[in-house]
T-cell receptor, first 116, second 111 residues
Framework: DGGITQSPKYLFRKEGQNVTLSCEQN?????MYWYRQDPGQGLRLIYY???????QKGDIAEGYSVSREKKESFPLTVTSAQKNPTAFYLCASIPWGADFMNTEAFFGQGTRLTVV | GQQVMQIPQYQHVQEGEDFTTYCNSSTTLSNIQWYKQRPGGHPVFLIQ?????EVKKQKRLTFQFGEAKKNSSLHITATQTTDVGTYFC???????????FGKGTKLSVIP
């Protein structure tokens, strides 16, 4: 079955440690996204990538880093510089037709990160 | 940058009552999408509106896109307990790959 896989579902880390969240898709989508969700805050864009080896900062990129070495994979690293990393992290991909008309976002199940 | 505002943040209704959530963008949008997130789940795509003044229906759900392509609404007629969840709008500017979400409206339905 095609889809987006985020792992793990729950993640606990000690303060000051970097942690990498995995996101893999087999939908053959070019664009991938990372969003952070906090209660009452909706989804805030961290980073996005339109194609392999290219990515752009979203609205809240500080304290995060990404890579896009393969079309299928877009891992997110939460660094120790992120002041409040405890949140629900969602990865998404969008097929983006040539005319920008096909823009439905497909989401993974999310990773709930708790930093103690 | 592009901002998408959504109101209300919370809505509690009796089962059978109607529900509406509103979305406003600071800039003109190429299209607007609506998603539903059930408690503990991830957002799931509901619909996309592209044309100015467009209205689409899905059973009890009616979606509208404003004439100026800066606002949108989702109306649910005769809510059911299965409608519980958070509804998000998401907008995209012309030529942009960035999809900006509103803060969502959390709907509770009292049986």
């Amino acid at each position: 079955d095609g889809g987006i896989t985020q792992s793990p579902k729950y993640l606990f880390r000690k303060e000051g440690q970097n942690v990498t969240l995995s996101c893999e898709q087999n939908l053959n989508h070019d664009a991938m996204y990372w969003y952070r969700q906090d209660p009452g805050q909706g989804l805030r864009l961290i980073y996005y990538s339109q194609i392999v080896n290219d990515f752009q900062k979203g609205d809240i990129a500080e304290g995060y880093s990404v890579s896009r070495e393969k079309k299928e994979s877009f891992p997110l690293t939460v660094t120790s510089a992120q002041k409040n990393p405890t949140a629900f992290y969602l990865c998404a991909s969008i097929p983006w037709g040539a005319d920008f008309m096909n823009t439905e976002a497909f989401f993974g199940q999310g990773t709930r990160l708790t930093v103690v | 940058g592009q901002q998408v505002m959504q109101i209300p943040q919370y809505q509690h209704v009796q089962e059978g009552e109607d529900f509406t959530t509103y979305c406003n963008s600071s800039t003109t949008l190429s299209n607007i999408q609506w998603y539903k997130q059930r408690p503990g789940g991830h957002p799931v795509f509901l619909i996309q509106l592209v044309k100015s003044g467009e209205v689409k229906k899905q059973k009890r759900l009616t979606f509208q896109f404003g004439e100026a392509k800066k606002n949108s609404s989702l109306h649910i007629t005769a809510t059911q307990t299965t409608d519980v969840g958070t509804y998000f709008c998401a907008g995209r500017g012309a030529g942009s790959y960035q999809l900006t979400f509103g803060k969502g409206t959390k709907l509770s339905v009292i049986p």
